[in-house]
């Protein structure tokens, strides 16, 4: 087998931020050439597809200012400083569509950046959701938009959502339905 670990043999902080670090590592390839690395730490996230109480799949709309664009999401956020990923899931569910999860799936893992970050999203499937209170805004651009389980998938195949973590979280839930995990209306 091939051996493909690249060997580390500096890092220099490039920026700092409130989300993001960005480094520049030099590092020593397999073949003993050396190369420059730059990428993003990421403190990681939780995202979760939950099911209304209605059956509906409870997703947001978005501004989101490196597109420039309203991206159709499912609720997610960062996880803060010494909180646990499941509390992240709970809390963003409730800030972005106001409900807890009663129950609450781990489904996988992802990198939705492998090329540039280390940013890794822990996907959820939240149900038995209990209204706690209206969404609230904060300092994003969100809005509130549930829609049919039919509807979420056709917003994936005609490019209307392009965000990963949600088109990996829908065809999760498919897979779920179509093993007769979850139920939906």
């Known amino acids: 087998m091939t051996q493909l670990k690249e060997e580390k043999l500096s890092s220099k902080s490039i920026f700092k931020g409130s989300l993001l670090d960005i480094y520049s590592d030099e590092v020593k390839l397999p073949n ?7 990428y993003t730490k990421h403190p990681g996230a939780a995202a979760v597809i939950p099911i209304l109480p209605n059956g509906k799949i409870g997703l947001i709309r978005h501004y989101r200012y490196p597109t420039n664009q309203i991206h159709i999401e499912v609720p997610a956020g ?7 990923v499941e509390t992240t899931a709970k809390r963003e569910l409730q800030e972005e569509i106001g409900y807890i999860p009663q129950k ?7 990198n939705p950046c492998i ?3 280390d940013e890794s999203i822990l996907l959820y499937l939240g149900e038995d959701l209990e209204k706690v209170n209206d969404y609230t805004i904060g300092d994003e651009s969100i809005e509130f938009y549930p829609v049919t389980f039919d509807e979420a998938v056709e917003l994936v195949w005609t490019d209307k959502i392009t965000d990963v ?7 999760w839930l498919e897979k779920l339905i179509r093993n007769n995990k979850v139920k939906i209306s």
Request: glycine share 10%; charged share 30%.
């Open 165 to 171: 973590k949600t088109i990996i979280s829908i065809f």
């Open 78 to 84: 960062k996880i803060d400083l010494g909180e646990d």
């Open 104 to 110: 609450l799936t781990y489904l996988t893992k992802i």
């Open 32 to 38: 003993g050439k050396i190369k420059v690395r730059e």
């Open 115 to 117: 090329g540039y970050s």
